[in-house]
C-alpha cells in the first residue's frame, strides 16, 4: 500500500474508531468460529486420528469424497435434503411475504400490533418445544387424532409414517418462522415514498393495485436478495429438529445430509469422512448461491453483488 492510503486509513480509524470498536466482537465471532475452523478441513483429505492430530495424519485424497458418493445413502440424502428445501422455499418463502403485505394494509394499529405479535411469539419457542408440542399433538393419543377421530377418522401415526414427515417438518417451520420474517418485508416497506400511494390513488387506483405495482416492486430487492441466500442453502437443513423428531422408520423421507453427518462423525467418530461431507455441502452451496445470483443478474438489475 502507499503512504497516502496508509494515512486514509489511519485517518478513518481515528474519526469513526467507535464504529470499529462496535465492530470488533463481529469479527472476533466469524475470525474464531468461522474463519479459524477452515484450518481443520484439511482432515476431510487424512485419516485423521486424534492421537497424532492433524499434522501427524496420513494423507489419503479424495477417499472420503469417493466413499460418500459411492455410499448407498448418498442420492436418499440428496434428495430428502433438496426436497426439503425446495418445498419450504415454494412456501415458506412466499408465506412471509404475504403476512408482510396483509399486515400492511391493516389500518387499525391496535389491532395489527396484538396480530404482529402473535405472529412473532412462535419464533421465541425453543426448538426442543416446538418438537415436544409436535410429538404431544400428533401421537395416537394426541389432540389432531382426537380431532380427527371425532369425523370417524382413524388414528394416525404422523410421526411414524415417512409420508408426513417433510409436510410437517415444513409447515411447522412455516408456524414458527413466519412472523419473525414478515418483519424484513415490513422493514422495506416503510420505506417507500408515501406520494407513490397518493398518486395511485389519485389516478383511480385500488388497494390491490397499489400493492401490485407499488408495494410487490418497493420490496423486490429486498425478495432477491433474501431468494438468493436461501438458495445458498438448498443443501442445508437444520439437524436440530430434524434428530427430534425423526426415526428409523421414517429415514427413508427424513434422513438428510447433517443427520448424517452427526451419526457418522459424533456417534462412530468418523471424523475425516464427516468433514469431507460437510465440506462437499459447502462447495455446492456457493456454486448454489452463485448461479442464483448470475441468473438473478439476468433478468433484473437487482442482485446480491
Known amino acids: 500500500m502507499t503512504q ?3 494515512s486514509t486509513i489511519r485517518s478513518d480509524l481515528k474519526r469513526h474508531w467507535a464504529v470499529y470498536v462496535m465492530a470488533l466482537p463481529v469479527i472476533a465471532y466469524y475470525a474464531i ?6 484450518y481443520g478441513l484439511q482432515i476431510a483429505f487424512k485419516d485423521f486420528s486424534p492421537a497424532k492430530g492433524i499434522w501427524g495424519s496420513s494423507w489419503v485424497g479424495f477417499k472420503h469424497f469417493e466413499s460418500f ?3 448407498i445413502y448418498f442420492w436418499r440424502l440428496i434428495k430428502n435434503t433438496i426436497l426439503i428445501n425446495v418445498y419450504d422455499l ?3 418463502f412466499p408465506a412471509a411475504i404475504i403476512l408482510a403485505l396483509l399486515l400492511n394494509e391493516i389500518r387499525q394499529s391496535a389491532f395489527k400490533r396484538v396480530v404482529q405479535t402473535i405472529s412473532y411469539l412462535p419464533h421465541f419457542i425453543s426448538i426442543v418445544i416446538v418438537a ?6 400428533l401421537s395416537r393419543s394426541g389432540l389432531i387424532n382426537q380431532i380427527l377421530g371425532s369425523f370417524g377418522v ?3 401415526d404422523f410421526l411414524k409414517e415417512e409420508g408426513w414427515f417433510r409436510f410437517l417438518f415444513v409447515s411447522s417451520g412455516i408456524w414458527q418462522g413466519i412472523g419473525w420474517g414478515s418483519i424484513v418485508y415490513l422493514a422495506a416497506m416503510a420505506t417507500i415514498d408515501p406520494t407513490l400511494y397518493e398518486a395511485a390513488r389519485m389516478d383511480g387506483a385500488n388497494r390491490f393495485q397499489q400493492v401490485l405495482h407499488i408495494t410487490i416492486p418497493g420490496i423486490m ?14 443443501l442445508t437443513v437444520g439437524s436440530e429438529k430434524v434428530l427430534l423428531l425423526y426415526n428409523p422408520l421414517t429415514y427413508e423421507t427424513s434422513d438428510v445430509i447433517s443427520t448424517y453427518v452427526y451419526r457418522k462423525g459424533v456417534l462412530e467418530a468418523s471424523y475425516s469422512f464427516t468433514a469431507a461431507v460437510g465440506l462437499f455441502n459447502s462447495v455446492i452451496s456457493f456454486i448454489l448461491i452463485v448461479a442464483a445470483n448470475s441468473f438473478v443478474k439476468r433478468i433484473s438489475e437487482n442482485k446480491l453483488w
Open 4 to 6: 497516502s492510503t496508509w
Open 33 to 38: 468460529f468461522h474463519y479459524g475452523p477452515m
Open 69 to 71: 458418493f459411492n455410499g
Open 90 to 92: 415454494l412456501f415458506g
Open 132 to 137: 415436544g408440542m409436535m410429538v404431544d399433538f
Open 154 to 156: 382413524e388414528p394416525i
Open 221 to 234: 430487492p429486498t425478495i432477491v436478495i433474501l431468494f438468493i441466500l436461501n438458495m445458498g442453502n438448498m
